[in-house]
């Protein structure tokens, strides 16, 4: 299938006005960012920041347009806002205060929450959404009020392991309202795109999506915000280091060098834009046969152990290979929601306990780092 070209997607964009300013927001310069590829289409609309609550009508009537063009097969469209927020190339510019000279700071994201965690790793295919979610519920059921919310923007999961379907509502118009399920607050881009459509976003569109997800939902009261990252050290830990006070970080991966090689630069990364790692954790550990007990270290053992100890970290635990988490992670029942009691849910409940009490004890950071990459 040919792609769709810019222009064509630019010409349907022409009937979408901006009611406001009189003219249509391709010659406004409102439309950036655009991306098609095997009929799937994506695009951001930049609006002035006081407008953008009420300018989510013209986001729908664009995706429409483009949505008309023949051989479009699915159109995603993001609103962003220009923010003060500092470019992660430099340090963070400050602005004076109209008549005062005051320097004005940029706005930070989830400061109602009580302690926000980013769960990551360095490549795909660790577990890490399985950790991320598993570890969320082993803190909702310490008595926590816990939510997690899925940023991966490419690969959302959280709807799959969740077992959730529906739709966030919107009361206003304006704000979402996080979906309940197993006594977790979640969100996930996942609940908006359908599950087969692709995401060809650049980096402004991840980011602003990113930051939409965390300003615009009406989180609650909260202790624990759980982050399911998404996989390498790209836009989206850049952003969430930048705009969020995160307490801290956990790295996970296998035993295996190749895992450990790419985790370790995770790691660095959080420690170069001055987010305190809490620990790394060791997935698909080890594995128990079920028939003769027999354990089988199939990606060897302790590898992320050692390299925690090289890189001056915390080891936070191991958790094995086995056929009842993944069976709970594919079906949305996860292992700590309808085990809990099971050897393998105590696992991730002692890695909980642990990196609660690291949070709780201050061993995180609870101001926004300085980003500073030379």
Request: proline residues 7%.
């Amino acid at each position: 299938m040919a792609d769709i070209s810019n222009a064509q997607i630019l010409d349907a964009l022409r009937s979408i006005q901006d009611p406001d300013k009189g003219q249509d927001i391709v010659s406004l310069n409102m439309v950036t960012g655009v991306v098609s590829k095997s009929g799937n289409v994506g695009f951001t609309v930049e609006v002035d920041a006081e407008r953008g609550s009420k300018l989510e009508p013209i986001r729908k009537a664009a995706e429409e347009a483009v949505k008309a063009i023949p051989g479009v097969l699915s159109v995603t469209a993001v609103l962003t806002a220009p923010t003060t927020a500092p470019q992660p190339t430099q340090k963070p510019a400050t602005q004076a205060t109209p008549g005062k000279g005051e320097p004005q700071q940029p706005v930070k994201l989830l400061e109602e929450i009580g302690a926000v965690i980013a769960v990551a790793s360095g490549k795909g295919g660790v577990g890490k959404s399985t950790t991320a979610v598993n570890l969320a519920l082993a803190l909702s059921q310490k008595g926590l009020r816990t939510a997690i919310l899925d940023a991966d923007i490419y690969g959302p999961s959280l709807p799959l392991m969740l077992g959730i379907t529906e739709k966030p509502d919107s009361p206003d118009g304006k704000r979402l309202m996080p979906i309940e399920k197993y006594g977790l607050k979640c969100m996930s881009i996942g609940f908006m795109v359908p599950a087969d459509t692709p995401m060809i976003w650049r980096g402004p569109m991840v980011m602003g999506a990113l930051e939409q997800m965390m300003g615009d939902v009406e989180w609650g009261e909260v202790d624990v915000l759980i982050v399911d990252m998404p996989p390498g050290t790209g836009d989206a830990q850049l952003t969430m280091a930048q705009r969020v006070a995160l307490a801290g970080s956990v790295i996970v991966s296998t035993p295996q060098d190749l895992a450990l090689l790419d985790a370790r630069k995770g790691l660095n990364m959080f420690k170069r834009v001055e987010v305190p790692v809490l620990g790394i954790i060791e997935n698909m550990s080890y594995f128990l046969c079920p028939h003769c007990g027999e354990r089988s270290e199939i990606f060897t053992h302790g590898g992320a152990k050692n390299a925690a100890a090289q890189m001056g970290v915390d080891f936070l635990g191991e958790v094995p290979l086995e056929m009842a988490i993944r069976e709970g992670s594919d079906t949305g029942r996860p292992i700590v929601a309808t085990a809990p009691d099971s050897p393998q849910a105590k696992a991730y409940h002692a890695i909980a306990d642990e990196l609660w009490a690291k949070v709780s004890s201050g061993d995180g950071q609870h101001t926004a780092p300085e980003i500073i990459v030379e």
